[in-house]
Nanobody
């Protein structure tokens, strides 16, 4: 069974950091463009950061550029999202997704595409 599992979410104070992990099982992540998305209550899901199959191309949303860093370790079949300088507006459920199509990181984040999606991990930024 193919699945993605996110972990690493939690409660953090403004200015703090978290690292999210997306682990795949049942399929090989190196054949997929990977993205992190988030959805806050009452808001649409948005693309946060996406990375190409070999990691050479990355797209970050304006709202997180300079604060969040996506990376992948294809040998471990895992993708990470390092989140620094967190703000209350970063509070959301974070999902990872994998797209096997001929999409760029930019396109994946903007169209929110993906054949596989995780169940999400909650990130709450609050004092």
């Amino acid at each position: 069974q193919s699945q993605l599992v996110e972990s690493g979410g939690g409660l953090v104070q403004p200015g703090g950091s978290l690292r999210l992990t997306c682990a795949a099982s049942g399929f090989t992540l190196e054949n997929y463009v990977i993205g992190w998305f988030r959805q806050a209550p009452g808001k649409e899901r948005e693309g946060v950061s996406c990375i190409s199959k070999r990691g050479y191309n990355i797209y970050d949303a304006d709202s997180v550029e300079g604060r969040f860093t996506i990376s992948r370790d294809n040998a471990k079949n895992t993708v990470y999202l390092q989140m620094n300088s967190l703000k209350p507006e970063d509070t959301a459920t974070y999902y990872c997704a994998a797209d096997a199509g001929l999409v760029t990181a930019h396109t994946m984040c903007r169209t929110k595409s993906g054949q596989h999606w995780g169940q999400g991990t909650q990130v709450t930024v609050s004092s």
